[in-house]
């Protein structure tokens, strides 16, 4: 086949991936959307295979029926409150691919490439090498194998500022250095990018933790095209510049949710500032005392159940404890049981709640939520002041109050969903220890119209 046709396949591919992304700005066309998008991926790979005429190696067989396996399994046994890990995951995994293909062509293990062809070969390695030792840092911040606190060393700033400092020494030299030294610099390039990953990942705190995971996102898209600009290969140039440029996009997106910027997150500027009143926490306290008790729990349910059922509006707001409990099927049930009794019922969706974007909107379409019951909080906001009920369902640092005045915490300045304005709130949650980000809520505190019940003996009561 002449090499024109394939350059139109491809072509052909890189528009499906972007139709695909485009369907996927709609809950109702998501799904389709993702499946274009594999296609297209998977008529890419195949195009290249038969146009680099190397379908023959069994290598590479051997290693697609692997990853396809693997695949499979993950997409079987990974639960949906471990998806956040995953996507990390994912992204660390792409940038190692780019890192390791930039690797093998610096070393002239594969193509011969010299001069300034080498500069996108060493920013693959580079950006590759990042992306991966960040996302490890990023799956077990969000898998509480690390803390998710912003984690600060003595001179952190310096660190960085060396790493960097080194990265961009090395850069020139690897792309200077003979064949014969260039492995040894390349090699060092990739430890210094690995130690950088690390250590700007380490200090950005959990509550961030859906920006990290969009700009690792990024990242890897970009290590991507310069990968493929080492090797010549447009397609993956322009595959990898799409999944950065949208990674670039959902990350500001992310960032304006936040009150943030990429630049403080990076630096760990999110981190605790301001004396803490408890172990790990800050802002007004709740001290144990103000905790419902068990006969106080089982009052709370039979008043917040009154509430519920004289209420005529309700809006409901999930968080990553919802997720954690698995109690979307529980909520589905509620939403339909609201809606026969002729209740007015949406559901609030703050920008991050849960651990990566879209994750409460993922969970809820699982158990078939219908979308235009999910209300994103721009358009929710203002209808909390005509809300009758409520009812906070495993949510912390989407509705804590403290976000605005606590000055100095992780939270302060974003934007969070008004549950305060209703005529009631209903909080049902786990226990009263801060969210994610380590600030305090003050709607744990004793107040007339807020019922804080621990536990779902609400949810099955109603």
């Not at 490890?136 to 310096?158: C, M, N, Q, S």
């Amino acid at each position: 086949m002449p090499l024109i046709y394939y350059k139109l396949l491809d072509l052909a591919c890189v528009i499906g991936i972007v139709f695909g992304i485009r369907l996927m700005n709609s809950p109702e066309t998501a799904r389709k959307g993702n499946l274009i998008g594999a296609v297209s991926i998977l008529i890419a790979i195949s195009a290249t295979m038969i146009g680099s005429q190397i379908v023959h190696l069994k290598a590479l067989w051997i290693s697609m029926a692997s990853g396809a396996v693997i695949g499979s399994l993950l997409a079987v046994y990974v639960t949906m409150t471990q998806m956040p890990q995953l996507v990390a995951l994912l992204n660390g995994f792409g940038g190692a691919a780019s890192a390791i293909v930039a690797l093998v062509v610096l070393t002239g293990a594969a193509v011969d490439i010299s001069g300034i062809a080498k500069l996108p070969g060493v920013l693959a390695l580079v950006i590759g090498s990042i992306t991966f030792s960040g996302s490890l840092v990023a799956v077990a911040k969000l898998d509480g194998r690390i803390t998710p606190l912003p984690v600060i060393l003595r001179g952190h700033f310096i660190l960085n500022l060396l790493t960097l400092i080194a990265i961009g020494i090395l850069i020139p030299i690897t792309i200077l250095a003979p064949s014969g030294t260039a492995a040894i610099f390349s090699v060092l390039s990739m430890l210094v990018s690995l130690i950088f990953g690390l250590l700007f990942v380490i200090r950005i705190g959990g509550a961030d933790m859906p920006i990290a995971i969009s700009l690792l996102n990024s990242l890897s898209g970009i290590a991507a095209a310069t990968v493929g600009l080492a090797t010549s290969n447009l397609l993956v140039v322009a595959v990898g510049a799409i999944v950065g440029s949208a990674g670039i996009v959902l990350t500001k997106i992310m960032c304006r949710a936040m009150n943030s910027s990429i630049l403080d997150v990076l630096m760990g500027k999110t981190a605790l500032s301001t004396p803490q009143t408890t172990p790990g926490s800050v802002g007004p306290d709740v001290s144990p005392q103000n905790a419902p008790t068990a006969e106080s729990i089982d009052a709370a349910v039979d008043k917040a159940a009154a509430i519920i059922h004289a209420a005529k509006k309700i809006i409901i707001v999930p968080g990553y404890g919802m997720a954690l409990a698995q109690a979307q099927g529980q909520l589905k049930r509620l939403l339909d049981v609201f809606e026969e009794k002729g209740k007015k019922v949406k559901f609030a969706i703050h920008p991050v709640a849960g651990r990566m974007p879209g994750h409460m909107n993922v969970l809820l379409a699982e158990v078939e939520v219908p979308y235009d019951k999910l209300s994103p909080m721009e358009n929710v906001n203002p209808e909390f002041e005509q809300t009758d009920v409520a009812l906070v369902v495993g949510a912390n640092d989407v509705v804590n109050p403290a976000a605005k005045t606590a000055q100095g915490t992780p939270i302060y300045g974003m934007p969070v969903l008004d549950v305060s304005e209703a005529d009631y709130v209903i909080i049902c949650n786990k226990d009263t220890r801060p969210g994610y980000a380590g600030v305090n809520n003050p709607l744990y505190l004793p107040k007339n119209n807020i019922i804080l019940i621990l536990g779902d003996k609400l949810l099955e009561k109603l």
